[in-house]
């Protein structure tokens, strides 16, 4: 069972509570007029990786490195709900929280495969992202529209958690990237130097 990946950071902290696995799944199927990450879009194959192989992954990095938790981003997560879902519980049997970031809302997610689905997640950010409610005001959010829905008891308040707005990596190839919700400001100065851009 495979999962088409745009991208993974190994420790991120501008994703949810924490020191936090994070993956950018390939594919999505609702194309928000605005997008920051439109290179999701197509679901053509950019890397196919085994449940069990991203699994073992997070494992072997909470060993060198503390984990909380792992992060779930897009593309879209609930068009490739069948191995997520599958991948899901092995984080959460294995004693991580979750957090999904998807463009559907919440009342629409009804399908036994997309209840499953939720049935593992700890946070939920619900809602496409509508360029003319941006904001930088909302913790983990990019557009007003956006909620954050806490969908079982695992799940405490994130108001005072630990999470950056943003963080900019260097990675062992010398790229730099930029991940979570970074204001106008940087954006601006940095526009164009960011080899890749995880929001
Ligand atoms: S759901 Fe997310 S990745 Fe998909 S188009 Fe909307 S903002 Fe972009």
Not at 1 to 16: F, V
Not at 38 to 55: H, N
Not at 162 to 175: F, P, Q, T, V, Y
Request: proline content about 4%.
């Amino acid at each position: 069972m495979n999962i088409n990946i745009h991208n993974i950071l190994k420790h991120s902290t501008a994703n949810g509570p924490g020191n936090r696995y994070v993956i950018w799944v390939q594919g999505c199927s609702l194309k928000c007029e605005g997008c920051w990450n439109p290179e999701t879009w197509t679901t053509q194959i950019r890397q196919s990786k085994k449940v069990e192989e991203i699994f073992q992954d997070i494992q072997e990095t909470h060993q060198q490195n503390h984990l909380e938790g792992v992060t779930i981003s897009g593309g879209e997560p609930f068009d490739q709900a069948g191995p997520l879902i599958t991948l899901a519980e092995k984080i959460q049997q294995a004693g991580f929280n979750l957090l999904i970031f998807t463009g559907h809302v919440l009342e629409d997610l009804i399908t036994p495969e997309q209840k499953r689905f939720l049935n593992q997640v700890d946070w939920l950010i619900d809602g496409p992202f509508m360029s003319e409610q941006r904001t930088e005001d909302l913790l983990l959010r990019g557009s007003g529209n956006q909620r954050l829905h806490y969908l079982t008891n695992r799940a405490y308040p994130l108001e005072n958690a630990s999470i950056s707005d943003c963080e900019i990596l260097i990675d062992a190839n010398g790229k730099m990237i930029v991940s979570g919700i970074p204001n106008r400001e940087l954006v601006q100065l940095f526009r164009g130097d960011f080899d890749e851009c995880l929001y």
